[in-house]
Each structure stands twice: as C-alpha cells, then as structure tokens.
C-alpha cells in the first residue's frame, strides 16, 4: 500500500492562496494517478481534483473549478494543488489520494494519506 505525506496546509484570510503538495511511497499499475479529497466538520468526504500520473488529464469538483489547479509537482511522485481565491466554505482537512481517474472523468481512490488542516478566515 503506498504512503502518502501531504504538506502545505495552514491558516489564509479570504481571497488568499495555499499550495498543498502529496508525496506518494508508490503507485500501482491499477491505480496510477493521484488526487485530492476533502471533508469538512459535519460533512460529507468531497472529491476536490484529480490528476492522471503523465499530467495528461485533470478533473475538479464543480465548488472548486476555476480556483484550484492540480498540476505535477518538481519531484519525482508528487503533485500540487494551487489553491486561489480561497473562501471559508474551503475549511476542511485536506486528503491526498492515489487511485484512478477513468475515462469518464470519475476518479476511484485507493490509499489516502492523514490529511492536512486548511482553515480560511472571513
């Protein structure tokens, strides 16, 4: 199972921006690709963004399309994810993922990393 450490997260006023970035230990032939999830106090875990494991495709969830971006990070098995235009509704612990985004633009998670606070001030 692949060890994932997530870095970045932290305290923002709104409108602000965060950078989270995920390491993954390895990813498997079936579940190359790697992502993030997020789930708030009292809500429901939410698909945040997903990227396939050559850059090639990314997909995002319809609250944070236009704001964040996920991109391949400098080292070898990371990404990013560039947080802009951060609201309060934002606030939640942040999941880094890996698994498999299909053809649909679904993505199926595999093993999930501890997770890093992001917290947005009004």
């Not at 305290?11 to 032939?29: E, I, N, P, Y």
Request: charged share 15%; aromatic share 10%.
């Amino acid at each position: 199972q692949a060890q994932l450490v997530e870095s970045g997260g932290g305290s923002v006023q709104a409108g602000g921006s965060l950078t989270l970035s995920c390491w993954a230990s390895r990813r498997a032939f079936t579940a190359p690709d790697m992502g993030w999830f997020r789930q708030a106090p009292g809500r429901e875990r939410e698909f945040v963004a997903a990227i396939t494991w050559n850059g090639a495709n990314t997909n995002y969830g319809n609250s944070v399309k236009g704001r964040f971006t996920v991109s391949i990070g400098s080292a070898q098995s990371t990404i990013d994810l560039h947080m802009n235009s951060l609201r309060p509704d934002d606030t939640a612990v942040y999941y880094c993922v890996v698994g498999r985004l299909d053809k649909s633009g679904a993505y199926h998670p595999v093993s999930w990393g501890q997770g890093t606070q992001v917290t947005v001030s009004s």
